[in-house]
């Protein structure tokens, strides 16, 4: 209830005072409810979007796994988009506008668990009553679990307990879930997304690898699910985002993968991008950032404010950040990719030129593998010690022999590609904690060429930012050692009731199982 103030005991610079407060307020309200209106204007446009999308696509311009591809995709989107309204929009009204489809019964011939949930205290709290309830019903609901290979169904069972005397009625409450009121636990989640996203199966294939299980789960209500889902896990991918942008070093790739454009039946080159911290780092972490262009503005948009010494290779794309100023980010070459130059010319040409130069970098590696487990002083005492002369001696080695090759041969662009990375190729003898090359980020970016079939999406890019960020989760859980499957099964459980500003708790790299 609002206070009543009693303007007449006022003088008329507090009357004043009190309206300049009262306006003020009125401004932030109407400031806060134009951008929620704002936002939910655009939730319901992009609602729109999708729904014309879906119903009113041409199919006869896509094959058939295509067509599947993108209907799951749209259902995903569709499902994220009312989820994010929901969030935007008042509770009352959300209920509303909601319908709630019919659900068929699970299975009768699937094992069933039954979980009891009942009242801590059957006596009757009401004032002045204390007398034993007794027990009038119960409610049972049921989901469907899955542990790899296997269905269930989890029965719980939630009895009513009355007071005779006052009416009373008790009954424990419902446990908060990632869906509410949906069939699946987080366990059958947890298995859809790790089949989707690290086995790269889609959903129209798993929907008839459950039928075949007995169990008929339409791809709709597959991709409803991991649109949900990808809503509830993108906080937990932003914080693993922050932590990374903590780091003094981090490590960048990209890679094409291909997106369907809706309306068009053809797909285009669309990039998924990888963003890791260090390899020498204290911390095991990836997170995919999914872009429909390779400009460098993407890199720039990701990284921000954050200033460290980037590992990546030649792309161009990156140039725009790097300077040697405080305010710029530091460039780190990668001596893979220059050693690939000479080895691919080794094995092509039997050149004794890049055969030296293959043995010479040897020499360099052999030392990083001494100096791998060390602390960042440690290995930069060595670098310097032993790396340091090695590098000179080869740099000396390249400008004399690149006077002896013939211009616009193989030998002369590779020897031309470290001699114009030389400022960068050498970071790693300043600081020990940068790494030789840009190995550790490639070996996270390779598993997405396996799943590339499974690349194909709706023209918006939630298709691929949601699955650039289960895929980020899954595959840090994997770094971590831990199974993906295991992993998200327990944060989703946690989810729902877990505090935001404690989600950094659930990152993959501070999880451990119960």
């Not at 300049?20 to 704002?38: E, G, N, P, W």
């Not at 994220?80 to 509303?96: Q, T």
Request: hydrophobic share 40%.
């Amino acid at each position: 209830m609002s206070e009543v103030v009693d303007l007449q005991a006022m003088d008329e610079g507090q009357v004043r005072q009190m309206l300049a407060s009262m306006l003020t307020q009125i401004s932030a309200r109407d400031a806060t409810i134009r951008f929620k209106q704002a936002l939910i204007d655009k939730l319901t446009h992009e609602n729109a979007v999708l729904k014309r999308l879906k119903f009113g696509l041409k199919s006869e311009k896509m094959n058939a796994e295509q067509r599947s591809l993108l209907d799951e995709t749209l259902d995903a989107d569709l499902a994220a988009v009312s989820d994010e309204i929901a969030l935007a929009v008042p509770e009352s009204a959300a209920a509303k506008d909601k319908q709630t489809p019919k659900r068929q019964p699970l299975p009768a011939e699937l094992p069933r668990q039954t979980f009891a949930h009942e009242p801590e205290s059957t006596v009757c709290t009401a004032p002045g009553c204390g007398a034993q309830m007794k027990r009038m019903g119960e409610d049972v609901s049921e989901k469907l679990d899955y542990v790899p290979g296997v269905f269930s169904v989890h029965r719980h069972v939630r009895g009513k307990w009355a007071c005779a005397c006052c009416q009373t009625l008790v009954q424990a409450p419902v446990e908060p879930h990632v869906i509410d009121k949906g069939i699946p636990t987080p366990g059958l989640l947890a298995q859809v997304l790790v089949n989707k996203f690290a086995d790269h199966l889609p959903l129209y294939r798993q929907e008839a690898i459950f039928g075949r299980a007995g169990v008929a789960i339409p791809r709709s209500t597959l991709a409803q699910w991991v649109g949900s889902c990808g809503v509830e896990l993108q906080p937990l991918v932003d914080a693993l985002k922050r932590d990374i942008l903590s780091r003094s070093v981090i490590h960048a790739d990209e890679t094409p993968v291909q997106m369907l454009k809706p309306g068009h039946g053809k797909t285009h080159r669309a990039y998924l991008w990888a963003y890791a911290a260090g390899a020498h780092e204290d911390i095991k972490a990836v997170v995919y950032d999914f872009c429909e262009s390779r400009a460098g503005a993407n890199a720039k948009a990701f990284l921000d404010e954050w200033r460290g010494s980037l590992v990546v290779d030649d792309f161009s794309g990156y140039k725009q950040l790097m300077g040697d100023s405080s305010d710029q980010i530091t460039e780190v070459g990668c001596w893979a990719h220059a050693r690939r130059k000479f080895h691919d010319l080794q094995l092509a040409n039997q050149s004794q030129i890049a055969e030296q130069a293959v043995r010479q970098m040897a020499q360099i590696y052999a030392v990083e593998r001494e100096v791998k487990e060390l602390s960042a002083e440690e290995r930069l005492a060595i670098r310097q010690d032993k790396s340091q002369p090695l590098v000179q001696t080869l740099y000396e080695w390249l400008v004399l022999n690149r006077q002896k090759v013939p211009e616009g041969s193989a030998t002369a662009k590779a020897i031309d590609y470290s001699l114009r990375r030389w400022r960068a190729l050498t970071r790693f003898l300043e600081d020990g904690q940068v790494p030789v090359d840009n190995n550790w980020i490639e070996n996270q970016i390779r598993p997405i060429a396996i799943g590339r079939n499974n690349w194909l999406f709706a023209g918006s890019l939630r298709g691929g930012q949601r699955a650039a960020a289960a895929m980020s989760l899954i595959q840090s859980a994997k770094l971590n050692g831990h199974d993906p499957h295991e992993y998200l099964k327990d944060v989703l459980t946690r989810l729902p009731t877990h505090m935001n500003s404690r989600i950094e708790e659930l990152l993959p790299h501070r999880w451990s199982p119960v």
